[in-house]
């Protein structure tokens, strides 16, 4: 049974850029949420996208915007990179949303 | 608002030794959830706790859950050096998304 998949695992980004982070959930999950690690600030929740609708959002700016697909996909967008968006963004995956979350391997990204 | 506090934040045992992790969460919770990351790594399921009293256990470790004190606890038994990692609680209820603790680095040393 294949696990999370977030492409890519690294990317490195200049200011002001924007970038784009993939999540494919286990098959049969319909709830996708996303998470930001960052050492000083632990992991905060972004979002929770559930059938392609946004259902949970955190407290981040909207630079910050996601969407999921008919194939429970999922993609995060950070438009207008700042130096404190270098982080590790994970992605977890679960049937309803409620218990039994899979992580993915994260994406490592390093804005300069 | 649910908040989710650890401690302690740094842990350094030696190996053999027992030792608890404490995590306090603030209003009522569902589930409560133990995950392991080691460096650069991602989070590794370890325990899922739903219920008053539940207790789970795996090789070393042992989690339980207090709903009336708000409290989980992860108890390491006979640390050895292959459990030297962050391990995060977290809570969620209902729908609302899991929130975590900041994490207890753990350092296993002989």
């Known amino acids: 049974k294949a696990g999370v998949t977030q492409t890519p695992r690294y990317l490195i980004k200049t200011r002001g850029q924007q970038v784009t982070l993939s999540c494919s959930p286990i098959?049969?999950?319909?709830?996708v949420s996303w998470y930001q690690q960052t050492p000083g600030q632990g992991l905060q929740f972004l979002f929770e996208?559930?059938?392609?609708?946004?259902?949970n959002k955190g407290n981040f700016p909207g630079r910050f915007s996601g969407r999921q697909f008919s194939n429970s996909r999922s993609e995060m967008n950070v438009s207008t990179l700042e130096l404190g968006d270098s982080a590790l963004y994970l992605c977890?995956?679960?049937?309803?949303?409620?218990?039994?979350?899979?992580f993915g391997s994260g994406t490592r990204l390093t804005v300069v | 608002e649910l908040k989710v506090e650890q401690n302690p934040l740094f842990l350094s045992m030696q190996e053999g030794k027992n030792y608890t992790i404490y995590c306090n969460y603030s209003?009522?919770?569902?589930?409560l959830y133990w995950y392991r990351q080691d460096p650069g790594k991602s989070l590794e399921s370890l325990f899922v706790?739903?219920?008053?009293?539940a207790v789970k256990q795996e090789g070393r470790l042992m989690a339980s859950l207090d709903t009336k004190a708000r409290l989980s606890t992860l108890h390491i038994t006979a640390a050895v050096h292959d459990l030297s990692a962050t391990y995060f609680c977290?809570?969620?209820?209902?729908?609302?998304?899991?929130?975590f603790g900041k994490g207890t680095r753990l350092s296993v040393i002989a």
């Open positions: 706790l739903l219920s008053n009293g």
């Open positions: 996208y559930f059938s392609e609708t946004q259902r």
């Open positions: 977890a995956s679960s049937w309803a949303g409620q218990g039994g979350y899979t």
């Open positions: 977290a809570a969620d209820s209902g729908n609302t998304p899991l929130v």
């Open positions: 209003t009522t919770s569902d589930r």
């Open positions: 098959s049969g999950h319909r709830s």
